[in-house]
């Protein structure tokens, strides 16, 4: 039987990373990381500022070559084939604008130059969708219908992946539940989806899957259900005998304080972090983990990051 | 052809920056043309278009790279080799507009029209530029100066900086050129010129694809100086390593104006004095020697001196002068001048351009009246609204500078010359040089002041007219064809009597066969004005081959003609000593392919006797006729230099009688400008 085409084998993840390095003269922007996106999941990307999400996505587009490590797109390297991933994927960079007098149908007529399978109807559906004036230049619109215009350019080519840096940031509410209604959408058509965000709430909404990267490497990659049974979080009501900052203290729960409610998170379960509260004399009450609490769990001062989960 | 991507927003951006650029250029291009018509060209065409080409070649990238525009179409699937060309082909299309302007606004400007673009522009040390190679170097600049800005910006993608390198840079070759000056004695022609901005153009042309591919929007990259300044060297240096070979190939890659040294010298022998036109890298002075080679006077520099156009006048010489002002507005002059007074007096001056007439203004001083008193000299003058050109005799009053005008015709005119009592001997109906055909010419007698005209009948088959410089006589050469033989013979014609008198030659003009004749197409005896005596100079030569040249002279006054054979076949007019005994010449061997040249001075063959060699001198340089300085010696320009693209003259002294070869001692040009600063 002969070998598929390169790319083409939709068994194989849509994202493979390994070991991926990328120095920036002194600075090491990633160490060493490593993470898989499977074919038709939304995958979110979230870490602290400059923790390497950009640069991950940069690395995949092709648009920075890797310092060191594996990277494999669609099954095709992009060091080698850039301009084949470029033309599969539909990209939205974070601060990257078109030129600030191109109007909006110029973009699409450019797009429709740009990529062989650009679907100018598909153009039209979501410029209706978002309610985009298509004459309208990009220095007269507001950020969101920036933001959604570059998104209508990314994926009216119907690309098999969409990868989306920080889509988001900086929108009003509104536009914000457009954007990730249309993710919604997109996925539910089947397109799988590689976006990064600050906003832990947009990514705990339509993400399957969520890597945390720290420091340029990922500390966290797990599919999102996977959480709850990973991380234990309890409700605390504190007697004048426990001191619940040894426990922070001693890397084995994090404190939160939330008014006069106190909660432990940690990367034990639940039902542990019950039990040690009542060692101390305290009383718990577990309730699920949620991905702001495990992103500051994780990423709160020198604590040691757990092991990755695949 | 698939459409790059980039294309319909560059057509955008075209559009939408376009109206204000060209609102600005034209502007500019009109405050540029405002200085007038040679300032005005010279800054619009090498000073604006050149700086508007920098900032169109800054501008080719500058939003890309200062508002990180690239970084988003880098994430989509495009060529980028093919968008910096469609950029590129962007930036020289609006090039062309703005050439186009700046040329617009020379045009229509309501004095350009008198300032027709066909004509050559004078490019300073360059020298005369013709259209087409004006075009090729204003083009080569502005591309060599589109692919600087191209290079400073993908070098520092900041145009604020690129704009630091790229100012010395698009000067770069103009520097070069000054080296070549400077260094190596050698001007390069305009063509040259071209040649080394567009080498230039493409090497940055080259390095700015290379600085854009290399240069990545995602990455913080330092600034690449080492980069800038090795294309920089790399441009030097490939640009000298063409040019300057080229400068020395090309024939006329070597300003005559420029060599340096003595460039021309005229003996009067009224002082004696000796007229030179001395250059140095910077000016060309004028100044008077006395006979020993001393300092007499400086008359000034950098003015187009022409002192063979030489009149005498009681009170000392009067010089006609024609003086180049600007690239190309031209200004006329005549001058009065006596050596021991010092510097020459104007006696006329103007404007070769009347703009508030729109008229155009062509003078030729032809001649002086014997006492003179009255410099005479044509005037045309084109009237640019209608179209039409009126001929005029002028006549100045030497010494009031007053100045009458006579009109000749509005027909094609050729003056030979004018008379001391200022009529006019004309061609009213001129053939084309070397038609060799005076049948149906109308050379007349005209008294413009009279308004009078008389024919003058030629004797038939006429084929050369030669005029005394004194107006004293007509010289008609009648060339006659009997059976295979061709004969000559010489008709005098007296002014302004028109009496027609047969002169016999001694020796007798050749009768020669008429093969002779119909292989070359052209008589083998010419006639002609004689440059020293004024009077006329028949030349019987056997070109190709070493037969000795020989010459009829009749000088104005004289009776009897005299018979001059040279040993050889000659390279130059002979040219008589001051007693007629001895005359000189330059000789060149035709049958040898050595370009080498002697100096041959032989005396008079008396009585039909053999000429007899008196002198041979070797000699590099024959760019002007050697003269008589006295009797006894012979003044001639000798190149020092081994370099024959870029010579060095001084003008040396042959002595006949002792042989003895000394350089005539003349002011170092340094010196002489040191001299008249002082």
Same mark, same amino acid.
């Given at each position: 039987?002969?070998?598929?085409?390169?790319?083409?084998?939709?068994?194989?993840?849509?994202?493979?990373?390994?070991?991926?390095?990328?120095?920036?003269?002194?600075?090491?922007?990633?160490?060493?990381?490593?993470?898989?996106?499977?074919?038709?999941?939304?995958?979110?990307?979230?870490?602290?500022?400059?923790?390497?999400?950009?640069?991950?996505?940069?690395?995949?587009?092709?648009?920075?070559?890797?310092?060191?490590?594996?990277?494999?797109?669609?099954?095709?390297?992009?060091?080698?084939?850039?301009?084949?991933? =470029?033309?599969?994927?539909?990209?939205?960079?974070?601060?990257?604008?078109?030129?600030?007098?191109?109007?909006?149908?110029?973009?699409?007529?450019?797009?429709?130059?740009?990529?062989?399978?650009?679907? %100018?109807?598909?153009?039209?559906?979501?410029?209706? =969708?978002?309610?985009?004036?298509?004459?309208?230049?990009?220095?007269?619109?507001?950020?969101?219908?920036?933001?959604?215009?570059?998104?209508?350019?990314?994926?009216?080519?119907?690309?098999?992946?969409?990868?989306?840096?920080?889509?988001?940031?900086?929108?009003?509410?509104?536009?914000?539940?457009?954007?990730?209604?249309?993710?919604?959408?997109?996925?539910?058509?089947?397109?799988?989806?590689?976006?990064?965000?600050?906003?832990?709430?947009?990514?705990?909404?339509?993400?399957?899957?969520?890597?945390?990267?720290?420091?340029?490497?990922?500390?966290?990659?797990?599919?999102?259900?996977?959480?709850?049974?990973?991380?234990?979080?309890?409700?605390?009501?504190?007697?004048?005998?426990?001191?619940?900052?040894?426990?922070?203290?001693?890397?084995?729960?994090?404190?939160?304080?939330?008014?006069?409610?106190?909660?432990?998170?940690?990367?034990?379960?639940?039902?542990?972090?019950?039990?040690?509260?009542?060692?101390?004399?305290?009383?718990?009450?577990?309730?699920?983990?949620?991905?702001?609490?495990?992103?500051?769990?994780?990423?709160?001062?020198?604590?040691?990051?757990?092991?990755?989960?695949? | 052809?698939?459409?790059?991507?980039?294309?319909?927003?560059?057509?955008?951006?075209?559009?939408?920056?376009?109206?204000? %650029?060209?609102?600005?250029?034209?502007?500019?291009?009109?405050?540029?043309?405002?200085?007038?018509?040679?300032?005005?060209?010279?800054?619009?065409?090498?000073?604006?278009?050149?700086?508007?080409?920098?900032?169109?070649?800054?501008?080719?990238?500058?939003?890309?790279?200062?508002?990180?525009?690239?970084?988003?179409?880098?994430?989509?699937?495009?060529? =980028?080799?093919?968008?910096?060309?469609?950029?590129?082909?962007?930036?020289?299309?609006?090039?062309?507009?703005?050439?186009?302007?700046?040329?617009?606004?020379?045009?229509?400007?309501?004095?350009?029209?008198?300032?027709?673009?066909? /004509?050559?522009?004078?490019?300073?040390?360059?020298?005369?530029?013709?259209? #087409?190679?004006?075009?090729?170097?204003?083009?080569?600049?502005?591309?060599?100066?589109?692919?600087?800005?191209?290079?400073?910006?993908?070098?520092?993608?900041?145009?604020?900086? %690129?704009?630091?390198?790229?100012?010395?840079?698009?000067?770069?070759?103009?520097?070069?050129?000054?080296?070549?000056?400077?260094?190596?004695?050698?001007?390069?022609?305009?063509?040259?010129?071209?040649?080394?901005?567009?080498? $230039?153009?493409?090497?940055?042309?080259?390095?700015?694809?290379?600085?854009?591919?290399?240069?990545?929007?995602?990455?913080?990259?330092?600034?690449?100086?080492?980069?800038?300044?090795?294309?920089?060297?790399?441009?030097?240096?490939?640009?000298?390593?063409?040019?300057?070979?080229?400068?020395?190939?090309?024939?006329?890659?070597?300003?005559?104006?420029?060599?340096?040294?003595?460039?021309?010298?005229?003996?009067?022998?009224?002082?004696?004095?000796?007229?030179?036109?001395?250059?140095?890298?910077?000016?060309?002075?004028?100044?008077?020697?006395?006979?020993?080679?001393?300092?007499?006077?400086?008359?000034?520099?950098?003015?187009?001196?022409?002192?063979?156009?030489?009149?005498?006048?009681?009170?000392?010489?009067?010089?006609?002068?024609?003086?180049?002002?600007?690239?190309?507005? %031209?200004?006329?002059?005549?001058?009065?001048?006596?050596?021991?007074?010092?510097?020459?007096?104007?006696?006329?001056?103007?404007?070769?351009?009347?703009?508030?007439?729109?008229?155009?203004?062509?003078?030729?001083?032809?001649?002086?009246?014997?006492?003179?008193?009255?410099?005479?000299?044509?005037?045309?003058?084109?009237?640019?609204?209608?179209?039409?050109?009126?001929?005029?005799?002028?006549?100045?009053?030497?010494?009031?500078?007053?100045?009458? /005008?006579?009109?000749?015709?509005?027909?094609?005119?050729?003056?030979?010359?004018?008379?001391?009592?200022?009529?006019?001997?004309?061609?009213?109906?001129?053939?084309?040089?070397?038609? $060799?055909?005076?049948?149906?010419?109308?050379?007349?007698?005209?008294?413009?002041?009279?308004?009078?005209?008389?024919?003058?009948?030629?004797?038939?088959?006429?084929?050369?007219?030669?005029?005394?410089?004194?107006?004293?006589?007509?010289?008609?050469?009648?060339?006659?064809?009997?059976?295979?033989?061709?004969?000559?013979?010489?008709? /005098?014609?007296?002014?302004?009597?028109?009496?027609?008198?047969?002169?016999?030659?001694?020796?007798?003009?050749?009768?020669?066969?008429?093969?002779?004749?119909?292989?070359?197409?052209?008589?083998?005896?010419?006639?002609?004005?004689?440059?020293?005596?004024?009077?006329?100079?028949?030349?019987?030569?056997?070109?190709?081959?070493?037969?000795?040249?020989?010459?009829?002279?009749?000088?104005?006054?004289?009776?009897?003609?005299?018979?001059?054979?040279?040993?050889?076949?000659?390279?130059?007019?002979?040219?008589?000593?001051?007693?007629?005994?001895?005359?000189?010449?330059?000789?060149?061997?035709?049958?040898?392919?050595?370009?080498?040249?002697?100096?041959?001075?032989?005396?008079?063959?008396?009585?039909?006797?053999?000429?007899?060699?008196?002198?041979?001198?070797?000699?590099?340089?024959?760019?002007?006729?050697?003269?008589?300085?006295?009797?006894?010696?012979?003044?001639?320009?000798? #190149?020092?230099?081994?370099?024959?693209?870029?010579?060095?003259?001084?003008? /040396?002294?042959?002595?006949?009688?002792?042989?003895?070869?000394?350089?005539?001692?003349?002011?170092?040009?340094?010196?002489?400008?040191?001299?008249?600063?002082?």
């Amino acid at each position: 039987m002969a070998d598929p085409i390169p790319g083409t084998d939709t068994s194989t993840p849509a994202v493979v990373i390994r070991e991926l390095v990328r120095h920036f003269g002194a600075v090491q922007a990633l160490r060493g990381l490593s993470l898989s996106i499977e074919r038709g999941s939304v995958f979110g990307l979230v870490g602290n500022n400059g923790a390497g999400k950009t640069t991950a996505i940069h690395t995949l587009m092709g648009l920075l070559p890797p310092t060191g490590g594996e990277v494999s797109v669609l099954g095709l390297d992009p060091g080698r084939a850039g301009q084949d991933i =470029r033309r599969r994927v539909g990209f939205f960079p974070e601060r990257d604008e078109p030129y600030a007098w191109l109007r909006l149908r110029s973009l699409l007529q450019m797009g429709a130059l740009a990529y062989p399978d650009w679907d %100018a109807s598909c153009a039209a559906e979501w410029c209706e =969708r978002f309610n985009l004036d298509t004459r309208k230049r990009f220095k007269q619109m507001s950020k969101g219908m920036a933001a959604k215009s570059k998104l209508v350019a990314a994926l009216s080519h119907r690309p098999e992946l969409l990868i989306l840096d920080e889509p988001t940031s900086g929108l009003d509410p509104g536009s914000r539940q457009d954007l990730i209604e249309a993710i919604q959408s997109l996925h539910r058509e089947g397109v799988t989806i590689l976006f990064s965000s600050h906003n832990l709430d947009d990514v705990e909404r339509v993400a399957t899957h969520v890597g945390l990267i720290d420091q340029g490497r990922c500390v966290l990659h797990t599919a999102c259900e996977q959480i709850t049974e990973r991380f234990g979080r309890v409700r605390v009501t504190p007697n004048a005998a426990i001191d619940l900052s040894l426990l922070d203290e001693r890397a084995e729960a994090r404190l939160e304080v939330d008014g006069d409610v106190h909660y432990l998170v940690s990367d034990r379960r639940a039902d542990w972090l019950a039990a040690l509260v009542a060692r101390f004399g305290g009383t718990a009450v577990v309730e699920p983990a949620d991905l702001p609490a495990v992103f500051r769990l994780i990423t709160a001062g020198d604590r040691p990051a757990p092991e990755a989960v695949a | 052809m698939k459409t790059h991507p980039i294309t319909p927003a560059e057509f955008e951006q075209s559009l939408r920056s376009s109206p204000k %650029a060209l609102v600005m250029i034209l502007l500019l291009a009109v405050g540029a043309r405002a200085l007038g018509p040679g300032p005005g060209f010279l800054l619009g065409y090498f000073i604006i278009l050149p700086n508007l080409a920098m900032a169109l070649g800054l501008g080719v990238f500058q939003e890309e790279y200062e508002k990180g525009h690239l970084r988003y179409f880098w994430g989509w699937p495009i060529g =980028r080799t093919t968008l910096w060309l469609v950029k590129l082909v962007s930036a020289l299309t609006f090039l062309i507009v703005i050439a186009g302007c700046v040329g617009l606004v020379q045009a229509l400007w309501p004095t350009g029209a008198i300032a027709p673009p066909p /004509r050559e522009v004078m490019l300073g040390p360059i020298g005369p530029v013709g259209p #087409n190679t004006m075009l090729w170097l204003i083009g080569s600049l502005a591309l060599f100066a589109l692919a600087s800005g191209m290079v400073g910006m993908g070098a520092c993608r900041s145009a604020k900086h %690129a704009t630091f390198i790229c100012l010395p840079l698009i000067y770069m070759p103009i520097a070069l050129v000054f080296t070549f000056m400077l260094w190596f004695d050698i001007v390069p022609t305009a063509g040259v010129v071209a040649t080394m901005f567009t080498a $230039a153009a493409v090497v940055l042309l080259i390095g700015a694809y290379v600085l854009f591919r290399l240069r990545n929007p995602f990455l913080e990259q330092v600034w690449v100086w080492r980069g800038v300044a090795a294309l920089t060297a790399a441009t030097a240096i490939g640009a000298a390593a063409l040019g300057l070979p080229l400068a020395m190939l090309t024939g006329g890659g070597l300003s005559r104006a420029m060599a340096r040294g003595v460039t021309m010298f005229e003996v009067d022998p009224a002082g004696p004095w000796v007229y030179v036109t001395l250059s140095d890298m910077r000016h060309n002075h004028l100044a008077v020697l006395d006979g020993e080679g001393g300092w007499v006077a400086y008359l000034g520099k950098d003015q187009g001196w022409l002192p063979w156009g030489m009149s005498r006048h009681p009170d000392g010489s009067l010089l006609t002068e024609q003086m180049t002002l600007g690239p190309i507005n %031209a200004q006329r002059r005549a001058l009065f001048l006596h050596p021991p007074s010092g510097p020459p007096r104007v006696i006329f001056e103007d404007d070769e351009f009347d703009n508030a007439n729109r008229t155009v203004f062509s003078i030729q001083w032809v001649a002086a009246s014997n006492d003179g008193s009255v410099l005479y000299g044509t005037e045309i003058s084109f009237d640019v609204d209608s179209q039409t050109q009126q001929h005029m005799l002028i006549a100045l009053d030497t010494d009031t500078g007053r100045l009458r /005008r006579a009109p000749l015709t509005t027909d094609q005119i050729s003056v030979f010359g004018v008379l001391p009592d200022g009529r006019v001997v004309a061609d009213m109906q001129p053939q084309q040089p070397y038609n $060799a055909d005076y049948s149906s010419s109308e050379l007349v007698l005209l008294d413009p002041w009279q308004n009078k005209t008389t024919p003058i009948e030629l004797p038939e088959d006429t084929i050369e007219v030669v005029l005394f410089k004194d107006g004293s006589a007509l010289i008609a050469l009648v060339q006659t064809i009997d059976g295979n033989r061709v004969s000559y013979r010489v008709v /005098r014609i007296g002014l302004p009597g028109l009496e027609s008198t047969e002169m016999t030659a001694d020796p007798p003009l050749p009768s020669l066969p008429l093969q002779a004749l119909l292989s070359r197409g052209v008589p083998s005896i010419g006639a002609g004005q004689d440059w020293q005596t004024g009077g006329a100079l028949l030349t019987h030569r056997a070109y190709g081959t070493d037969n000795p040249t020989r010459y009829w002279l009749l000088p104005p006054g004289e009776k009897q003609w005299i018979g001059l054979t040279a040993e050889q076949n000659t390279y130059s007019v002979p040219f008589l000593s001051p007693n007629r005994e001895l005359w000189a010449a330059f000789v060149r061997d035709w049958t040898s392919t050595s370009p080498n040249l002697e100096l041959h001075v032989m005396r008079r063959a008396r009585d039909g006797g053999r000429p007899e060699m008196v002198l041979r001198q070797p000699v590099k340089f024959a760019m002007q006729q050697p003269q008589w300085l006295d009797n006894d010696r012979v003044l001639y320009l000798h #190149n020092e230099s081994s370099n024959p693209a870029a010579p060095k003259t001084r003008l /040396r002294v042959l002595n006949v009688r002792t042989g003895e070869d000394t350089a005539f001692t003349v002011m170092d040009p340094a010196l002489l400008a040191e001299t008249t600063d002082r």
